[in-house]
T-cell receptor, first 115, second 115 residues
Framework: DVKVTQSSRYLVKRTGEKVFLECVQD?????MFWYRQDPGLGLRLIYF???????EKGDIPEGYSVSREKKERFSLILESASTNQTSMYLC??????????????FGAGSRLTVL | AQKVTQAQTEISVVEKEDVTLDCVYE???????LFWYKQPPSGELVFLIR??????QNEISGRYSWNFQKSTSSFNFTITASQVVDSAVYFC????????????FGGGTRLMVKP
């Protein structure tokens, strides 16, 4: 069964802390994504990566960075967490399928609370 | 700019009722893809369907059906004879610029099916 695994399901951090959210996929997918989910706003793309060491900004990259040192792993980093980053974070991956739109496989999410 | 609107934030039905989830989109692209994803309480979004803009045929899969109407920019989702297991948040999404890497999501509709 193919999977996207997010290391932490629930995290509580303090303002100013550095936070790492880890995501691993076992499908050998080229593309990986970090989304943020907030009520009423749906999912908003933070960053995505289409290859190792490559990254592209999404719609809301401010306050976040990412790292992709290995194909299967994509990390989201909050350099200095703030209360407005309290949210559900979803990682996803997809394969490259020509010019068509790719189906995303999602992880179960990481709910981050910043106090 | 692209936009996906799911006007119904919450719907509550009694088991065995039919229910339709609305999705209206805006795009200037001539080629695009539309998606529906389901997010059960476990948190992991699950892919339901993908349609491309050239295929306006309605689709039926068991109790699920989708109505794509380009003229009204809508891609509505109907569940026939709803069941408690259908309780979830449902997201409609739109691909961007024929690029499979990025999706614009709607705000989601929470469906509660009561026994």
């Amino acid at each position: 069964d193919v999977k996207v695994t997010q290391s932490s399901r629930y995290l509580v951090k303090r303002t100013g802390e550095k936070v790492f959210l880890e995501c691993v996929q076992d499908m050998d997918h080229e593309n990986m994504f970090w989304y943020r989910q907030d009520p009423g706003l749906g999912l908003r793309l933070i960053y995505f990566s289409y290859d190792v060491k490559m990254k592209e900004k999404g719609d809301i990259p401010e306050g976040y960075s990412v790292s992709r040192e290995k194909k299967e792993r994509f990390s989201l980093i909050l350099e200095s967490a703030s209360t407005n980053q309290t949210s559900m974070y979803l990682c996803a991956s997809s394969n490259v399928q020509g010019s068509g739109a790719n189906v995303l496989t999602f992880g179960a999410g990481s709910r981050l609370t910043v106090l | 700019a692209q936009k996906v609107t799911q006007a119904q934030t919450e719907i509550s039905v009694v088991e065995k009722e039919d229910v339709t989830l609305d999705c209206v989109y805006e795009t200037r692209d001539t080629t695009y893809y539309l998606f529906w994803y389901k997010q059960p309480p476990s948190g992991e979004l699950v892919f339901l369907i993908r349609r491309n803009s050239f295929d306006e045929q309605n689709e039926i899969s068991g109790r699920y059906s989708w109505n794509f109407q380009k003229s009204t920019s809508s891609f509505n989702f109907t569940i026939t004879a709803s069941q408690v297991v259908d309780s979830a948040v449902y997201f409609c999404a739109l691909s961007r610029n024929n690029a499979g890497n990025m999706l614009t999501f709607g705000g989601g509709t929470r469906l509660m099916v009561k026994p």
